[in-house]
């Protein structure tokens, strides 16, 4: 776990040959020069330097106790080579911020899924970055986008939802972002959605729901150029993941064109190192264990000696790729102050208020419960357990030590005392002084959910996939008796994944989803509740009404067969209403949708614009979502499957057109999947009663077209 990073000799000249080569070589892109010169670096490299290069620097034992103290000190480093200069991979992880240090905690991703805002996502990528390199790292290994299959999944919270085509976009975007200035590794590769039997599980998953549910999205981030992926602990029908031909070399490698390296998850990522190495596996990590013996095997098999220079040369260009792009940077952005710097903490508060979900706003004499108004609410009780939290997630792997993180309780505290108004804070442990303190208030914040004790990361003592999908018992007591009191009661939900409301919701007046909000979630939340910000979130994935709804989920198993439905997807399958749909977030100001079209373009593409008004006093947020029915993987049924979306503000009294384009060629993917007839709807979320259809008709083939319906309303078929 080294901190210097090796300068110049052999590494910085080649790096220098790169730097010329763009200018003499302007017909070779910056990866066929890198290949020429990782070449030559290989060339240079003993079989015990191709072995080092292939696994962490320390071994098991001492590396162990080294991470163990040392995690958030420093970048884990695999293949420093200081006589030539090589710096090794230098790796950080953290899905909602760099690990090192007292670096930005920005919300969670499921949080930044809730955005709808790939270019906002972008944004997280790129500071991120700069705060790795500023942290001595080279490597961001916290692209999740593994599938939430169900809600009671430990590490929903690190990945982008349910929906393969959102995971893909926030994916894809968040490496763009990062990867002008470090490397970037995408996770866990493939089929991991289970937490406390990850490292025992088999997932028994047809070839054609593997591919076309469960793949797609990492196909995506492949796509955007990703350095490595990370293989996953589970077994793919019976098949180690970390040693699974079929995926790390057949699917990643032959079919997609990943030309970066794999590495595997830490400490159990690989069984059989050997075996890993003929797989497709490229380096080991965080030690040196399994693939220990490469040097060896090299002497002994030519086929060994072979695959390992090929892992070496993937892992030599990708850092050279890598280099050249950090390069492009001038050197003072990556100074130490970047680390949680007041431009990216403002940066984390932006995300926040734009993935908070307003889910439940009622009428109170004649107005609506939020936003609050300090005119009428003059005294605001706040309560709850989480209230004073930091509530930034989970404290496994993903832990950022962020500093100064603002609570929701100090948050609203602060702007509601600007405003004029009077604030009782409730001790979370002095819960039989809720009832005396709240009794007069005009407004109660009640805030409960879930923390890193609930779910997250299985660590053995904490953390792992949920036991239950509902409040705890206290929670549920403290909502029902500030409910009973205050009239205008609002309860703000923090939380990774779906939480079960049902059985309290219609006891408040207002429910708001802030997942962990990161580092100045508390202002946000404040913004949000006061509308000083407009709720733009939308929900991410599917809320259930009970666990009835839900397929099949066990904790610890060593056995779990996926299918081809699950989330929104599954809900329209079996005709389950769910609590909340995919995409669903109400706002203070609805935009009003005109007739939708659809039009055909020249070569077989589709448009479909979408007009929208608000005759509303304030600016109004929505996200237009586009769903085509595809037949996916083993389904013998076409579903509705998001296909795109775009998000925008329609000015107050204004008008603004949503458009959403497809090419010939997906569109030709679209229509496979079909069954041969193509039916397109748009909405502002999953519910089918809110989705416009339009129909592709065999007599009115390539025709202009239009789909028109009445939101929130039963649609009315349409031919195209």
Known sequence: MRNETPIGGVWGTLLERLDVGRTTHPQLDDGDLADVVANELVDLMSPADIGHIMTGDDPLIRGTIAMARLYNDGPIVAGQIDRLGLPGVRFSDGPRGVVIGEATSFPVPMARAATFLPELEERVGEAIGIEAVASGANLFAGVCVNVLRHPAWGRAQETYGEDPHLLGQMGRAVITGSQRHVMTCVKHFAANSVENSRWVIDVQIDERDLNEIYLPHFRDCVDAGVDAVMSAYNKVNGIWAGEHHGLLTDVLKESWGFRGFVLTDFLFGVRHGRAALRAGQDMEMPFAWRMRKVATWMAEETRDDVAARVSAHRIVRSQLLGALRSRSTAPERYSPDAVGCDAHVDLAQEVARQGIVLLRNTELDGRTSLPLRPDQDRVLAICGPLARGDNTGDHGSSWVHAQNVTSIADGLSALARQKGMTVRNVSA???????????????????????????????????????????????????????????????????????????????????????????????????????????????????????????????????????????????????????????????????????????????????????????????????????????????????????????????????????????????????????????????PSADPATRWIAREGREQQGARHSATGYLRRRPRDQYL
């Open 429 to 683: 442990a002095r819960p039989d002084l809720v009832e005396t303190l709240v009794r007069g208030a005009d407004c109660a914040v009640v805030v409960v959910g879930l923390s890193h004790d609930d779910e997250g990361e299985f660590l053995g003592f904490r953390g792992g996939d949920r036991s239950q999908l509902d409040l705890s018992t206290s929670d549920k007591t403290l909502i029902r008796d500030v409910a009973a009191t205050v009239d205008n009661t609002i309860v703000v939900l923090i939380g990774g994944a779906p939480i079960l409301v049902d059985e309290w919701l219609d006891s408040v007046a207002s429910l708001v989803m802030a997942w962990y909000p990161g580092h100045r979630g508390g202002d946000a939340i404040a913004e949000i509740l006061f509308g000083d910000a407009e709720p733009a979130g939308r929900l991410p994935c599917t809320w259930p009404r009970s666990t009835a709804q839900l397929p099949p989920f066990k904790r610890w198993t060593r056995h779990i067969r996926y299918g081809p439905f699950h989330g929104y997807r599954h809900m329209i399958h079996e005709g389950y209403e769910p609590q909340f749909w995919f995409g669903f977030g109400l706002g203070y100001a609805s935009a009003h949708w005109g007739r939708p079209e659809a039009v055909q373009q020249p070569g077989g593409g589709i448009e479909i614009k979408v007009p929208l008004s608000n005759s509303a006093e304030r600016d109004a947020t929505e996200v237009v979502q586009l769903y085509v029915d595809q037949r996916l993987g083993s389904a013998t049924d076409s579903v509705a499957t998001l296909a795109g979306f775009t998000k925008l503000v329609v000015p107050a009294g204004g008008h603004a057109v949503a458009s959403l384009r497809a090419d010939a060629a997906t569109v030709t993917t679209w229509r496979a999947r079909s069954g041969g007839e193509l039916v397109l709807s748009v909405g």
